[in-house]
Each structure stands twice: as structure tokens, then as C-alpha cells.
């Protein structure tokens, strides 16, 4: 997928290549633009800007930025229940399970990347008058309020209140889980026939994304949920489970970004984007 700045119209197109015909004289991407990352060019007094983006380079960007939060994350929690430590602020403040922390600001910036990508991917089926826009739109606004509750921590505050009225315990000791698979039932439900529709590759990619999301999400809080009623949250057990949680949400999100990147890639060959003063 390549994305071209100049000067022009105030406006967004959708380009299709067609490498059986020739190429116009003033094509914003050659042949070879593939194998550039930034290319610069001027003609006739007029800048544009060639970006090529490589999936696969993005997923390994975002695991690259990951593995040192959880590094140091893992390190506090090492610190604290192995080696004694005493001193728990840098720690807590280290914990990918933590709010208000860079890895949380990362998390809830990756997946507001998400939406951003989703409604790109909307913006392209209604376009080109494709099916599932509608779909996709709707997917955006999800990972939009996913984005604003891994920064709010909105979900958390429901836990306890839940967890009282329900009265639960087990596996379903933080209660949030039980609407929240309810919830995802409803969707799978409603995205039946969306992913059918989707190519092969590009199913199996958003599968391997909502099994690593939804396994760190809701899987992670009902093997941790057990594990805290029986034997409380302040021990190392409990918080390698969260980095583990952690993890799996992060990969989740990322292997998103590279699915809807190859959607992308594979739909529309070519976004230009033209600004004007």
C-alpha cells in the first residue's frame, strides 16, 4: 500500500493498478516504489512524496516497541516477589497490567491505530461500493471505546459491582467476563457472513488476531480470575499471568494492524491524498 502527498485537491482517491497497461506520465508510484520505503521526487514545481508500507515491517515495528515494556515489566515483578524488594512504586509503574502507565498510553495507542486502519478500510469498501462498509465502520467504533477503556480503565470499574451482584467465583470472579462473552457471541453471530466473504489469508489473519486478543482479554481474566479467589493477587504467580494477559491482548492488536494492512494492500493498490491551502 503506498500513500502519495502533493499538492492538488483537497481530496482522497482510491487507485487501482493495472500493470498490463501503461503507466501515465505523471504516475505518483513506479514500478520500483516497492522496494523504496521514502522517495522524494519534484516535477513542474510540485513535491510528491512517496511512503510505501510493508505489513509485515509494522508488526515487527510494534512487537519491537512491546518487548522492552514487557522486559521491564517482568523485571519489577521479579524484583518485587523474588528478590524482596520493598520499593513498589517504579514497579507498579513499570507493570503492563497497570493503568495510567507508558504500556497502557502503548496499548491504547495501538488500538486506536486499529480503528484507524478499520475505517480506512471502510472508507475503501464504500468507495468502491463493495460489500461489508458497514461492517467495517462498525468494527472502527469498536476499537475506538476498546481504545478509550485500555486508557480509562472503564471496564475495571464495573468489576466489583458486577462481581457483587452476581455473587461469582471461580473462573467468573471478575464478573466483566460474562457480558463481555456475551457480547462477542452476538458478534461472531452478526460477522458470520463478513468473514466468510473475506479472502482465505486474510480470514485466517483475522482469526489468529481475535484468538490472541480475546484469549488475553477474557481468556486471561478467567484463568486469573480462578487463580486470584483462591489465592489472592499479591504473589508471582498472579503477576506472570498478567504479563501473559498483556501480552496476548498486545499481539492480538498488532496481528490486527498486519490483517487489515494486507486487506488493504490487496484491495486497493494505491491511496492518494492531495492537499490544498
Same mark, same amino acid.
Given at each position: ?7 492538488? $485537491? ?44 510493508? *505489513? ?8 519491537? $516497541? ?24 517504579? *514497579? ?9 502507565? *507508558? ?23 464504500? &468507495?468502491?461500493?463493495? &460489500? ?46 460474562? *457480558? ?19 479472502? &482465505? ?6 482469526? $489468529? ?64 491524498? &492531495?492537499?490544498?491551502?
Amino acid at each position: 500500500m503506498s500513500v502519495c502527498c502533493g499538492g492538488g $485537491c483537497g481530496q482522497l482517491a482510491l487507485m487501482s493498478f493495472d500493470p498490463s497497461l501503461p503507466a501515465p506520465p505523471d504516475a505518483l508510484v513506479s514500478e520500483r516504489a516497492a522496494h523504496v520505503l521514502d522517495a522524494a521526487d519534484t516535477t513542474g514545481g510540485v513535491t510528491r512524496v512517496s511512503v510505501v508500507v510493508r *505489513p509485515g515491517r509494522v508488526l515487527g515495528l510494534i512487537l519491537l $516497541c512491546w518487548l522492552p515494556l514487557l522486559a521491564l515489566s517482568v523485571g519489577g515483578q521479579l524484583y518485587l516477589y523474588v528478590f524482596g524488594g520493598t520499593h513498589t512504586r517504579v *514497579p507498579k509503574r513499570l507493570n503492563v497490567d497497570s493503568e495510567l502507565t *507508558p504500556a497502557s498510553w502503548f496499548q491504547s495507542s495501538l488500538l486506536l491505530s486499529c480503528a484507524f486502519l478499520l475505517a480506512l478500510a471502510a472508507l475503501a469498501a464504500y &468507495r468502491s461500493r463493495a &460489500r461489508f462498509a458497514g461492517h467495517w465502520a462498525f468494527l472502527a467504533f469498536v476499537f475506538v471505546y476498546l481504545s478509550i477503556d485500555e486508557a480509562a480503565a472503564i471496564h475495571e470499574l464495573s468489576i466489583s459491582y458486577l462481581h457483587d451482584w452476581l455473587d461469582t467465583s471461580g473462573i467468573f470472579f471478575f464478573a466483566w467476563v460474562i *457480558p463481555a462473552m456475551m457480547l462477542v457471541a452476538v458478534m461472531a453471530i452478526f460477522y458470520a457472513r463478513f468473514f466468510v466473504y473475506l479472502p &482465505r489469508h486474510v480470514r485466517t489473519l483475522f482469526f $489468529c488476531a481475535a484468538a490472541a486478543y480475546l484469549g488475553g482479554a477474557i481468556g486471561g481474566d478467567l484463568v486469573g480470575g480462578y487463580w486470584f479467589d483462591k489465592h489472592g493477587g499479591d504473589n508471582l504467580t498472579y503477576a506472570l499471568m498478567t504479563q501473559v494477559e498483556e501480552t496476548l491482548e498486545t499481539t492480538g492488536a498488532a496481528l490486527l494492524v498486519y490483517t487489515v494492512l494486507t486487506h488493504l494492500r490487496l484491495g486497493v493498490s494505491e491511496w492518494t491524498f &492531495r492537499l490544498r491551502d
